[in-house]
Nanobody, 128 residues
Framework: QVQLVESGGGLVQAGGSLRLSCAAS????????MGWFRQAPGKEREFVVA????????YYADSVKGRFTISRDNAKNTVYLQMNSLKPEDTAVYYC?????????????????????WGQGTQVTVSS
């Protein structure tokens, strides 16, 4: 069982930055690939980025490539999402998620159904 708690959301002007954190409970955190998704009102949940369980491999959605950076600290059971050059279209609730990936060290899944555990979400609002 893994419990995920996101933090760091808020209101920021376009062009600004935010850093989201996702703290995980459970001793097997390093067995999971981690991902960030987002969901805007009236839209489906959208993949943002994923990182392999070792942190060596990442995969970004085209919409955030070059602006967002994912990282993880397995010693602290935490994954981070640094978001720079934010745009109004980045406004959404951001969720972190965990996908079991023992035996697949480079696994960076992009579909929501692949992920087993989800956080409660944190709101990010970018004003124009």
């Amino acid at each position: 069982q893994v419990q995920l708690v996101e933090s760091g959301g808020g209101l920021v002007q376009a062009g600004g930055s935010l850093r989201l954190s996702c703290a995980a409970s459970g001793r097997t955190y390093s067995s999971y690939a981690m991902g960030w998704f987002r969901q805007a009102p009236g839209k489906e949940r959208e993949f943002v980025v994923a990182v392999s369980r070792s942190g060596d491999t990442t995969y970004y959605a085209d919409s955030v490539k070059g602006r967002f950076t994912i990282s993880r600290d397995n010693a602290k059971n935490t994954v981070y999402l640094q978001m720079n050059s934010l745009k109004p279209e980045d406004t959404a609730v951001y969720y972190c998620a965990a996908a079991y990936s023992t035996g697949r060290p480079y696994y960076t899944p992009i579909t929501p159904k692949t992920y087993t555990y989800w956080g409660q979400g944190t709101q990010v609002t970018v004003s124009s």
